[in-house]
């Protein structure tokens, strides 16, 4: 028997700005304080881009620039990006096209793919299927996002959590057993109402009066989200174990998205796995969105070994979630 064709991680690759913003600095901001927000989030900073003129694209051209020279590949020989991000550069041309430019990835095609927290992981699900299919040999997966762009640091319900950052991985083919193993992807539109930007869409386009009523930035109603995401999280990374009769004792790592340390701990405990197989750096980064499992596996990679059992774990606005079993490949 052959074994199937699989899209296996083959490189990663990161960046974070360097501005730090420190739970001291946005305590000179907001009515808010260093303990309240590291006992409530478990983040301590987050960093900024803060450079004019620089959007996602740069990010994420930086992520994918240390893959490049990682597996020493030409630019030329990249098939597709696919982008996950809910701050693209504009609101048209994808910014998967603007990275693809910047890199000089001529015979690329590419498109941004938008499901908030979960986004890497829809983005991964899509790039491996275009792989199992034979036609694609090399696929850049970016997740990126640079939250402070749609930030109001008056908002101390939100101005704690997001930071900004990338996160790629590439994806080639495998006949070894290793690689990209399921996927259980999940979304639930009526979400919205609890996490959106109100503003700047085709349904409400953006006006003096949308601007003056602050309703371009993210507004988030944090009870229900805590709620969905504790359940949605835990429960799909469950269903994904069970499926494939696996325990947490079967598994090396969890990566899961950083949104709160209190939603990865409830995670981590449904899947019965201790917390030092669990990749943590949200002290650090804070929530960065599409790029926060990218950023893990791009600070862990050191640590994983050919053959280790990966769970990845995201819940995101709109509402979706999701859980991935890869076997790494390197």
């Known amino acids: 028997m052959s074994t199937p064709l699989r899209a296996a991680i083959t490189a990663v690759g990161g960046y ?18 260093d303990e309240w927000i590291k006992s409530r989030t478990g983040i301590s900073e987050r960093r900024i881009l803060k450079e004019p003129g620089k959007a996602s694209s740069d990010m994420a051209v930086k992520a994918i620039e240390e893959i490049l020279r990682k597996k020493q590949l030409d630019p030329m020989e990249i098939d597709c990006i696919i982008c996950a991000t809910v701050t693209p550069d504009m609101v048209f041309p994808s910014t998967a096209n603007i990275i693809g430019d910047k890199l000089g990835a001529k015979n690329a095609f590419g498109f941004d793919l938008g499901a908030a927290c979960s986004g890497f992981l829809f983005a991964l699900t899509t790039g491996s299927n275009f792989i199992e299919t034979g036609r694609y040999k090399k696929i850049i997966v970016v997740g990126v996002d640079k939250m402070s762009s749609i930030i109001d640091y008056t908002d101390r319900a939100t ?8 996160g790629a991985v590439l994806l080639e083919p495998t006949t070894d057993g290793l690689g990209i193993q399921d996927s259980i992807l999940k979304s639930d539109g009526s979400g919205r109402d609890y996490l959106h930007i109100k503003a700047g869409g085709s349904l409400k386009p953006a006006s003096v009066e949308t601007v003056m009523a602050k309703e371009h930035y993210a507004f988030q109603d944090g009870q229900p989200v805590f709620k969905f995401a504790v359940k949605g999280m835990a429960d799909v990374s469950a269903e994904l174990l069970e499926k494939h009769n696996l325990t947490g004792d079967d598994i090396a790592w969890l990566v899961p998205h950083q949104a709160n340390l209190r939603i990865i701990d409830a995670t981590a405990n449904r899947m019965g796995l201790p917390m030092e197989k669990v990749m943590i750096n949200i ?9 926060t499992i990218p950023l893990c596996l791009w600070e862990w990679e050191t640590k994983l070994n050919k053959g280790d059992n990966l769970v990845l774990a995201a819940f995101g606005g709109g509402f979706t979630w999701g859980a991935t079993w890869l076997k790494w490949a390197y």
Do not use: R
């Open 283 to 291: 002290q650090k980064y804070g929530n960065t969105t599409a790029a």
């Open 16 to 33: 974070v700005p360097e501005t730090k913003l420190t739970n001291f600095d946005l305590e000179k901001m907001v009515d808010t304080n």
């Open 159 to 166: 101005c704690i959590i997001f930071g900004d950052g990338a």
